[in-house]
């Protein structure tokens, strides 16, 4: 959510995707991991602050990493 100009937001958006392309994500579109990772019907992991986590175990799987 934002008050920005749409403009604003959409170059926003292509940083975001070049940084992530840079750093080696290798999907398409972020913001649908963003939206699906963090939702309760994945059955065994999920994206927290942590990183993604084993839900059963509660191991951190992949620990977070700062981006800049």
Same mark, same amino acid.
């Given at each position: 959510?934002?008050?920005?100009?749409?403009?604003? *937001?959409?170059?926003?958006?292509?940083?975001? #995707?070049?940084? *992530?392309?840079? #750093?080696?994500?290798?999907?398409?579109?972020?913001?649908?991991?963003?939206? *699906?990772?963090?939702?309760?019907?994945?059955?065994?992991?999920?994206?927290?602050?942590?990183?993604?986590?084993?839900?059963?175990?509660?191991?951190? *799987?992949?620990? #977070? #990493?700062?981006?800049?």
């Amino acid at each position: 959510m934002s008050d920005a100009p749409m403009a604003e *937001l959409v170059q926003k958006e292509k940083e975001l #995707r070049a940084l *992530l392309s840079a #750093r080696g994500y290798p999907c398409h579109d972020p913001l649908y991991t963003f939206i *699906l990772l963090p939702n309760d019907f994945l059955p065994t992991v999920r994206i927290n602050y942590q990183g993604m986590v084993h839900i059963k175990t509660k191991e951190t *799987l992949w620990p #977070r #990493r700062d981006l800049a």
